[in-house]
C-alpha cells in the first residue's frame, strides 16, 4: 500500500510533514550537497532580521544532556540581501514551499521585513519568531505576554497577504493564552516552541559556558515538553499547528502529529545528523504501516 | 563532507594529556592537511570536531588533548570500536602559494595538523622548518615524526626544560633565517603574536566551539576584514591579513 505523507498549511499542500527549523539549516545551500533538498516538506530559512546582524560573541554553544543551547543571536544578512541573494540561491536548490523565518526587535521591523518578503512569489508562508527582546520594552521578548504577542501579530497581518505563522515562546506562564491571543489578532497558523532559555557553568572556570551567558536549549531533551504545548495549543485554537522541539525520529513525527500539529520542524538533530530529515522521511512509511495509518494526516490532532 | 564509520586501530598516550588515534575507514573526503574531523561520542549530543593530523588511503591519524569529559571519553576507547564520523570538514592550508622556505609553527595540541601539511610541503619540495611551542618537556609531543619527515625542527618551552626558553616567537627569532612563508595553529595568544612579529604572509588555523562543523548553525562565527566567516566552513584556515584581532 502506497501512504499518504501529505499535509496542508493553510491550503499550502506540502509531500511531506518535513520541514528543517528556522537556524539549523542556513538557506539550504550547505544541505544541498548533503542530499536533495526536494524531498523536504518545506524549508523554514534561517531568522532573518531588518538589517544585517552579526549576531553575539563565541562561544555561542553548549553541550547539554541530549540537547544543547545555542546563543547564536539571530546572524544573518539582513532581509534585503536575503531577498537578493538567499533567496533566488534556495529557489535553485529547492522547489517545495519556502517558510520565511522572520525576526525583528519592534513591531515597525517586523512589519517592514515581513512587508518586503510578502512581495517575494517564493514565499509561501512567513513565519514571526516572537522570542525577540522588544528594544522598546526594557528587552521583554514579544512572546512572554499575550498583548505584545498579538501586537505583533496584528501589526504583520496587516501588510502581508500570505498565511502567517507566529512561532511561540516556551518560556512562558500559560502558552494557551498567548496562542489565543494571536489566533485572535489574525495568526494563521502557529509554530511550537522555540527554545527553552538554559544555561551552563563551565565549574572549573567558574564562568558561563556560553558568552551571553544564557541560551536556547534545544535537541531531544525537549521534546515532551514541546508535545505537551503542541497539544495543549492544538486543543485550544482552530488554526494550524506546526510542532517543532527535539524531533529526531520517525515516532517522534507521529507523536507529534498526534498531538495535534498539521506539519514538524526538525531542529537541533540536524546539527549532529545532517541525515536526519532524509532519515525520518524514509522511515515515515515504514512506521505508518506498524501503526496501521493509511494517511497521516488522518492522525493530526487524535490524541485527546 | 562525508559520513562514514571508522574503526580505531590504536589509542595511546603520547604525553599524560595528549593522545593518538590511529583509525581505519574511508578518507576519501580529506582533500588538505588542517581540515578536520567530526566524531559522534556515546552519551554526547554534539560531535567532536578533532583536527587531522595526518591521513592515507584507509589510515586517518587524530591527535587530541584529553580537556572536558568528551576528549576524556575518547582517551578511553579500545582498538576495534567504531566511530560515526564525519570527514573533509572545513578548507584546510593552501599549499599552492607561492613560497620556497615553509615556516610551520605550532603551539600545543596545535601541533597535529602540521604534520601532514609538513609532509605535503616536503613531497613539494619545499624548504620547511618547524617550530614546535609546549610548556614543558614532558609536554612535548611528535618531534621525532617531524624529524623523521628530513625537516628542521626546532622546539621551544615556556620553562626552558627543552630547546629554547620562552615561546615560539623567541624560537623563530633566535634560530629562523630565510622563511618566506608561514602556518601555523596553536592556541589564539600565540597566533596574535606570531603575526605580529612576523613580516612575512601566511595562513593560521582557528578553533572556536562548534554546532553542527558544517556551516548551518552559525555557532562559530568570527568576525574578518571581509564580513563574518565560519571557523568550520571558510575556516578553520585563514590568511593572517583576514583576521580582525
Known amino acids: 500500500m502506497v501512504r499518504d505523507l501529505s499535509t496542508t498549511l493553510c491550503g499550502v499542500e506540502l509531500d511531506n510533514p518535513i520541514i528543517p527549523a528556522s537556524g539549523t539549516f542556513g538557506f539550504g545551500a550547505e544541505m544541498s550537497e548533503v542530499y536533495d533538498l526536494d524531498i523536504l516538506g518545506s524549508i523554514s530559512f534561517k531568522g532573518t532580521t531588518l538589517e544585517p546582524r552579526f549576531g553575539n560573541p563565541t562561544p555561542r554553544i553548549a553541550e547539554c544532556r541530549s540537547g544543547m543551547i545555542n546563543s547564536v543571536g539571530l546572524q544573518n544578512p539582513g532581509i534585503d540581501a536575503v531577498i537578493a541573494h538567499e533567496l533566488p540561491e534556495l529557489r535553485k536548490r529547492f522547489h517545495k514551499p519556502i517558510i520565511a523565518n522572520i525576526s525583528g526587535f519592534s513591531i515597525d521591523e517586523y512589519t517592514e521585513c515581513c512587508r518586503r518578503i510578502d512581495s517575494e512569489e517564493q514565499v509561501e508562508i512567513i513565519e514571526v519568531n516572537v522570542s525577540c527582546p522588544n528594544v522598546h520594552n526594557g528587552g521583554m521578548a514579544f512572546g512572554t505576554s499575550p498583548e505584545s504577542a498579538a501586537a505583533v501579530t496584528a501589526a504583520v497581518k496587516a501588510v502581508t497577504t500570505k498565511p502567517v505563522f507566529i512561532k511561540l515562546s516556551p518560556n512562558v506562564t500559560d502558552i494557551v493564552a498567548i496562542a489565543r491571543a494571536c489566533e485572535d489578532a489574525g495568526a494563521d497558523g502557529l509554530t511550537l516552541i522555540n527554545t527553552m532559555l538554559g544555561m551552563r557553568i563551565d565549574i572549573a572556570r567558574r564562568r558561563p559556558v556560553i558568552a551571553n551567558k544564557m541560551g536556547g536549549f534545544s535537541g531531544q531533551a525537549i521534546f515532551p515538553v514541546a508535545v505537551r504545548m503542541v497539544y495543549q495549543v492544538a486543543n485550544a485554537c482552530k488554526i494550524p499547528v506546526i510542532g517543532c522541539g527535539g524531533v529526531a525520529t520517525a515516532d517522534d513525527v507521529i507523536e507529534m502529529m498526534m498531538a495535534g500539529a498539521s506539519a514538524v520542524q526538525v531542529g537541533a538533530e540536524n546539527l549532529r545528523n545532517p541525515f536526519v530529515c532524509k532519515q525520518i522521511i524514509e522511515q515515515l512509511p515504514e512506521v505508518m504501516e506498524r501503526l496501521g495509518i493509511e494517511r497521516l494526516r488522518d492522525i493530526i490532532g487524535v490524541v485527546k | ?245
Request: aromatic content about 8%; overall charge negative; some cysteine.
Open chain 2, 1 to 245: 563532507m562525508k559520513q562514514t564509520v571508522f574503526e580505531i586501530v590504536s589509542n595511546r598516550p603520547l604525553t599524560e594529556s595528549v593522545y593518538e588515534m590511529t583509525l581505519s575507514g574511508d578518507t576519501s573526503a580529506i582533500t588538505r592537511p588542517g581540515q578536520f574531523v567530526e566524531l559522534s561520542l556515546e552519551g554526547y549530543f554534539l560531535r567532536r570536531p578533532i583536527s587531522v593530523c595526518n591521513y592515507d588511503e584507509g589510515t586517518l591519524t587524530l591527535i587530541y588533548k584529553v580537556v572536558g569529559k568528551g576528549t576524556a571519553q575518547m582517551a578511553t576507547l579500545a582498538a576495534g570500536t567504531k566511530i560515526d564520523t564525519l570527514t573533509g570538514l572545513g578548507n584546510g592550508f593552501d599549499t599552492s602559494v607561492e613560497h620556497n622556505h615553509a615556516l610551520l609553527v605550532g603551539g600545543g595540541v596545535g601541533v597535529p595538523p602540521l604534520y601532514r601539511l609538513a609532509r605535503n610541503l616536503v613531497a613539494e619540495g619545499k624548504q620547511v622548518t618547524v617550530v614546535l611551542g609546549f610548556n614543558t618537556a614532558a609536554e612535548i609531543f611528535y618531534r621525532e615524526q617531524f624529524e623523521a619527515l628530513g625537516v628542521n625542527v626546532v622546539v621551544a618551552t615556556a620553562d626552558g626544560s627543552v630547546g629554547v626558553k620562552g615561546f615560539v616567537t623567541d624560537a623563530i627569532k633566535q634560530q629562523v633565517t630565510g622563511a618566506d612563508y608561514f602556518f601555523s595553529c596553536g592556541p589564539l595568544p600565540m597566533l596574535r603574536a606570531l603575526t605580529q612579529s612576523l613580516d612575512i604572509a601566511g595562513q593560521i588555523s582557528l578553533e572556536e566551539r562548534m554546532g553542527c562543523g558544517f556551516g548551518i548553525c552559525m555557532g562559530c562565527s568570527i568576525q574578518t576584514v571581509s564580513g563574518a566567516k565560519r571557523v568550520c566552513k571558510e575556516g578553520p584556515v585563514f590568511r593572517k591579513e583576514e583576521i580582525l584581532w
